[in-house]
T-cell receptor
């Protein structure tokens, strides 16, 4: 069975401070990990995925298979980063089931 | 058009009613999904369609009946729902299924359903 854990329901960070949203997963196969974001009054959208190794809006996330983690990081928080963040895992080949973590609501304090 | 649209935005229905939720995309995607999201919870997958055929049913009760009449349209027919079925129902689409890396899923804004 696959599982995604986001230990922080709420996270408040001052503007300009570093941000780290934690995500741990449990999966026996080779996972694909994603971060989805939902800004206020907007739809759920993909922020980044471990395969692409990109930096989106200043965010990065590295898949650590040893620690089964995929933490989301940004060196300097901005007010527009306030949103709900979900870590998600895609399972077996041919099965596009996305399992979401419980989410972390990030609030950037001006 | 790069959006997934859902209608209605809000729906209130009684336990004896029959209603339908509609989802549409014009991105040429061949996979479409229904998710259920309860308040303060993450989305949970209900159904996946691939090339208009049901690919995954996550043991959803039969009072929820999905339908994919064509590659652009996905419906969710509702009948004899319970108050605990009240939730935000999200539709999503992706280019296809069954490859690595997984195709991105594009989400609609959702239909807020209240069962009285």
């Amino acid at each position: 069975a696959q599982r995604v854990t986001q230990p922080e329901k709420l996270l408040s960070v001052f503007k300009g401070a570093p941000v780290e949203l934690k995500c741990n997963y449990s999966y026996s196969g080779s996972p694909e990990l994603f971060w989805y974001v939902q800004y206020s009054r907007q739809r759920l959208q993909l922020l980044l995925r471990h395969i692409s190794r990109e930096s989106i809006k200043g965010f990065t996330a590295d898949l650590n298979k040893g620690e089964t983690s995929f933490h989301l990081k940004k060196p300097f928080a901005q007010e527009e980063d306030s949103a709900m963040y979900y870590c998600a895992l895609a399972s077996n080949f041919g099965n596009e089931k996305l399992t979401f973590g419980t989410g972390t609501r990030l609030t950037i304090i001006p | 058009d790069t959006e997934v649209t859902q209608t209605p935005k809000h729906l209130v229905m009684g336990m004896t009613n029959k209603k339908s939720l509609k989802c549409e995309q014009h991105m040429g995607h061949r996979a479409m999904y229904w998710y259920k999201q309860k308040a303060k919870k993450p989305p949970e997958l209900m159904f996946v369609y691939s090339y208009e055929k049901l690919s995954i049913n996550e043991s959803v009760p039969s009072r929820f009946s999905p339908e994919c009449p064509n590659s652009s349209l996905l419906n969710l027919h509702l009948h004899a729902l319970q108050p605990e079925d009240s939730a935000l129902y999200l539709c999503a689409s992706s280019q296809d299924l069954g490859r690595r890396p997984t195709y991105e899923q594009y989400f609609g804004p959702g239909t807020r359903l209240t069962v009285t």
